[in-house]
């Protein structure tokens, strides 16, 4: 899995946090501990799925476009990190004489697939008004 969720999930939750709901992409940058080219990347595809809304030139930056308390873990997952949980290579051949070797390919690719169903309803029933719930009560 990459970290694209966790920041996606980081940035709604401080836009929620933040009184008027809007941050430049370097103060975003500066709370979730990466730089500011990966935020804008994020979240463009924030952007383009309804999350955030950009406002230009001075005093802008991303403004909240959603509620908190309706926007789920699994909406953001399937934004910008659906399908990550499988690694990008797997052992194995398909065209070996071995069955172990032929198999192992086509079943843990099964086993990926039914991971990230369990993992999308996972993710469902949390919230980005939860995960501040959860901010503030620890």
């Given at each position: 899995m990459?970290?694209?969720?966790?920041?996606?999930v980081?940035?709604?939750a401080?836009?929620?946090?933040l009184?008027d709901?809007?941050?430049?992409?370097?103060?975003?940058?500066?709370?979730?501990c990466?730089n500011p080219?990966?935020?804008?990347?994020?979240?463009?595809m924030?952007?383009?799925?309804?999350?955030?809304r950009t406002?230009?030139?001075?005093?802008g930056?991303?403004i909240l476009?959603?509620d908190?308390?309706?926007v789920n873990l699994?909406?953001l997952y399937r934004?910008?990190?659906?399908?990550?949980?499988k690694p990008?290579w797997?052992?194995?051949?398909?065209q070996?004489?071995c069955p172990?070797?032929?198999k192992?390919?086509?079943?843990?690719?099964?086993?990926?697939?039914?991971?990230?169903?369990h993992?999308t309803?996972y993710?469902?029933q949390?919230?980005?008004h939860?995960?501040l719930?959860?901010?503030?009560?620890s």
């Amino acid at each position: 899995m990459n970290s694209e969720l966790t920041i996606a999930v980081h940035s709604l939750a401080l836009l929620a946090n933040l009184p008027d709901h809007m941050a430049s992409s370097e103060h975003i940058a500066k709370n979730v501990c990466t730089n500011p080219a990966r935020i804008r990347k994020i979240m463009s595809m924030l952007r383009k799925h309804g999350f955030v809304r950009t406002k230009e030139g001075l005093g802008g930056g991303y403004i909240l476009d959603c509620d908190p308390r309706e926007v789920n873990l699994a909406q953001l997952y399937r934004t910008v990190s659906c399908g990550t949980l499988k690694p990008q290579w797997c052992t194995g051949d398909p065209q070996d004489s071995c069955p172990v070797s032929a198999k192992m390919h086509s079943v843990m690719d099964q086993i990926f697939n039914e991971a990230e169903e369990h993992f999308t309803r996972y993710l469902e029933q949390i919230t980005i008004h939860s995960v501040l719930d959860k901010i503030r009560q620890s």
